[in-house]
């Protein structure tokens, strides 16, 4: 009965590679995210999704490219990937009404990249 | 964007002792959390709190939204409450948290 999960746990390639991170929710909400958390346990937004609608884009590079199939799912897809991109990667989901609008947060998938 | 102080940064505590997180945030805001990162990385939800005052077995919470900060005590803590505390806000239409930097807190037995 897992409310947000994530997959892969663990993902370690090498620089230049391309990677996704999955992403599935079943509480049934509306709106989905990618926070990444760096080296100092800082957190920051990268991504939302409202609807299968991209409603934010941080300043990512384009190397990162969300999709969002449907309102139960956000996949995170990085291309040629850099050192600098290990992190802690996090997918979070809410409901944008309601009396909970709290931010549910997944596992994380910590990327390394050699 | 909205700004988020939290204190202190690092906190030791005897197991049993009680404390006292803060967060002071910088603007309006329609949704407070707490989240608890244990030290396998885990994010776990303590509260959803953009106003008042909630309890969950040995941790409450206040939020005073109009003075802009927010409290999480934890009583007769435990080595299992050691991690970080994040505090995290969101302002009205903006889809986004903004997290503080986190107090981490170390119970030794």
């Known amino acids: 009965d897992t409310a947000v999960s994530q997959t892969p746990k663990y993902l370690v390639t090498q620089m230049g590679n391309d990677k996704s991170i999955k992403c599935e929710q079943n509480?049934?909400?509306?709106?989905m995210y990618w926070y990444k958390q760096d080296s100092k346990k800082f957190l920051k937004i990268m991504f939302s999704?409202?609807?299968?609608?991209?409603?934010i884009n941080e300043t990512v590079p384009n190397r990162f490219s969300p999709k969002s199939p449907d309102k139960a799912h956000l996949n995170l897809h990085i291309n040629s990937l850099e050192l600098g991109d290990s992190a802690v990667y996090f997918c979070?989901?809410?409901?944008?009404?309601?009396?909970?609008?709290?931010?549910?947060f997944g596992p994380g998938t910590r990327l390394t990249v050699t | 964007g909205i700004q988020v102080e939290q204190s202190p940064p690092d906190l030791i505590l005897q197991e049993g002792a009680n404390s006292t997180l803060r967060c002071n945030f910088s603007?309006?805001?329609?949704?407070l959390q707490w989240f608890h990162q244990n030290p396998w990385g885990q994010l776990i939800n303590l509260f959803y709190?953009?106003?008042g005052t909630k309890q969950n077995g040995r941790l409450s919470a206040t939020t005073v939204a109009t003075e802009r900060y927010s409290l999480l005590y934890i009583s007769s803590s435990q080595t299992t409450d050691s991690g970080v505390y994040f505090c995290?806000?969101?302002?009205?239409?903006?889809?986004?948290?903004?997290f503080g930097k986190g107090n981490q807190v170390v119970v030794i037995p």
């Open positions: 979070a989901s809410s409901q944008t009404a309601g009396r909970d609008l709290g931010q549910y």
């Open positions: 509480l049934g909400h509306d709106t």
């Open positions: 999704y409202n609807n299968k609608e991209l409603i």
């Open positions: 603007d309006s805001v329609n949704n």
């Open positions: 709190i953009p106003s």
């Open positions: 995290a806000v969101e302002r009205w239409g903006n889809n986004r948290l903004a």
